[in-house]
């Protein structure tokens, strides 16, 4: 009897778990949708992490990397993120809204590019997302 019940309380937690990390997946996939919006004027709205260095800017968010085209916004947002990075190739958490193409260019090897036209926000990146192995005698 203490075996059929041992068997039964395993079950049921293994199957609970399982349903879970379905639920789990699902939240992911509802987050990044959202966080990528394509509103109806054909402006993306992008989050993710950004870093700009010797002339080649990216921007990452969960699901995709843009390469950032160089203009004028681009140099403004650098502007404002410059006072969050300790390096130079730190990256720093941005939201803008902007333009997405996958027009050929021979600077930005990048598939998917976008060009800025709105900075909504710059912040920190959190120290976890700032790893860095660095290499070389100190």
């Keep these: 009897m203490k075996k059929l019940i041992i068997l039964l309380l395993s079950v049921s937690v293994f199957v609970s778990c399982k349903n879970d990390s379905k639920s789990e997946t699902q939240e992911t996939l509802n987050s990044s949708t ?4 394509k509103p109806s004027n054909g402006l993306m709205h992008l989050k993710g992490s950004f870093v700009y260095y ?8 969960k699901s995709e990397i843009y390469g950032v ?7 403004e947002l650098q502007k404002q993120v410059e006072e969050y ?3 130079p190739t730190d990256m720093v958490n941005v939201e803008i809204r902007g333009k997405v193409t996958n027009q050929k260019d021979e600077k930005i090897l990048w598939e998917n590019k976008v060009e800025i ?3 909504l926000d710059v912040s920190p990146a959190s120290t ?5 192995i660095k290499l070389g005698s100190e």
């Design 34 to 37: 959202e966080e990528n919006t």
């Design 54 to 61: 010797d002339g080649a800017a990216v921007l990452q968010t």
């Design 69 to 75: 085209l160089i203009t004028d916004k681009l140099e």
């Design 85 to 87: 990075k300790s390096a």
């Design 117 to 119: 036209l709105e900075i």
């Design 128 to 132: 976890e997302e700032n790893n860095v």
